[in-house]
């Protein structure tokens, strides 16, 4: 009897391991199933992650578009109502140029004109400097001589061959100067 037993707890020790061969199997194809679950959901995200980034990427090229045009159009504005205020002056000199009379009635017209376009400028907030006995100050005075003149301080303007042109803070043109001492 002992060899029947022992074949049988053979044939038992035989069969537990086929179960737990099979056991083991049944939990490997669950976790590959669970990790096949898992790789699904991380490729469906990653897919999500790629449109959001391709939609802002496509936003913000369009944005970049929308204020390129913008920047240009308002460029153009700005340039336009700066034209159409000096056309008046425009018109002015063709009337001038056209007109006939003495040469003080023409003078006068030129003067007119000139200060019509100097209104103009600080309507627009253009402003002139760079005068004489001013202080020389090389952030918006260009000096072109330097002189020696006693009646004049260190550093003061003499004369002025061009005058300078600020709007705001912003230098349009420097003023070209000579400068004392």
Do not use: W
């Amino acid at each position: 009897m002992s060899k029947e037993k022992k074949k049988a707890t053979e044939e038992v020790e035989e069969i537990e391991l086929k179960e737990a061969e099979e056991l083991k199997e049944a939990e490997e194809l669950k976790e590959a199933e669970e990790h096949e679950d898992i790789e699904e959901k991380l490729c469906k995200q990653l897919k999500e992650k790629d449109e959001q980034y391709l939609r802002l990427r496509a936003e913000y090229d369009n944005y970049r578009k929308r204020t390129a045009k913008e920047k240009e159009e308002s460029y153009q504005n700005a340039k336009t109502a700066v034209i159409s205020e000096f056309l008046e002056v425009l018109d002015n000199f063709e009337r001038a140029k056209s007109a006939e009379g003495s040469p003080e009635d023409y003078q006068k017209g030129i003067d007119m004109i000139f200060n019509m376009f100097s209104d103009k400028l600080k309507s627009l907030g253009v402003e002139s400097f760079g005068e004489e006995g001013e202080q020389f100050d090389p952030e918006i005075h260009q000096a072109l001589t330097h002189i020696e003149d006693e009646s004049l301080g260190e550093n003061v303007i003499s004369s002025v061959f061009q005058k300078g042109y600020k709007a705001g803070d912003k230098i349009i043109r420097h003023a070209a100067v000579v400068v004392a001492n």
